[in-house]
């Protein structure tokens, strides 16, 4: 009975994470900046975070890969599925800044919702081109955000799959 509490709370904690994480980039403020300084410090800083979460993506699919080789408990896939989320969203607020800071480099892509869309449909290589990079920096941009999706997160996504249909 214990260990069904104890995973209700882990999914209670990861679905209160995930609201946060989505709360969090619908908020974050990147307006503009006419100050060449900050600006260059938010730009910073937005390359930092996402670095910063492309390191603990990369580290939970590592940490479930070797488990997987070695036949030894997985840590908790809720780590390894918050990691994920907050590689999509990281993803997709570097394209919404970067839309808001030169708009031409991307086309159509001009609220929050559709960075996020676009950022999705990269992720899932739909690519509808209704969105899409159409400057050096954007198209910079997206083609980090595809071999990292390649990479990382489609292993992670099908390490959370499989991992999910050996408990059925």
Not at 59 to 74: C, H, P
Not at 83 to 108: E, K, S, T, W
Request: hydrophobic fraction near 55%; proline fraction near 4%; charged fraction near 15%.
């Amino acid at each position: 009975m214990e260990h069904k509490t104890d995973h209700r709370s882990a999914r209670r904690r990861a679905s209160l994470a995930c609201a946060l994480l989505f709360v969090t980039y619908f908020v974050v403020p990147v307006e503009s900046d006419p100050d060449p300084t900050r600006l260059g410090l938010r730009i910073a800083l937005t390359l930092l975070i996402l670095g910063v979460v492309a390191w603990l993506v990369t580290g939970q699919v590592r940490r479930q890969i070797v488990a997987a080789t070695r036949e030894r408990a997985a840590p908790p896939m809720t780590h390894l599925v918050l990691a994920l989320m907050a590689g999509l969203l990281a993803f997709a607020l570097a394209d919404y800044v970067i839309a808001r800071v030169a708009p031409a480099q991307f086309v159509n892509l001009e609220t929050r919702v559709d960075a996020l869309y676009f950022a999705l449909s990269t992720l899932t290589t739909i690519g509808y081109g209704d969105v899409h990079a159409h400057g050096q920096l954007a198209r910079v941009l997206v083609c980090a955000q595809m071999v990292f999706s390649i990479g990382v997160i489609a292993t992670g996504f099908s390490l959370v799959v499989k991992r999910l249909t050996e408990r059925v």
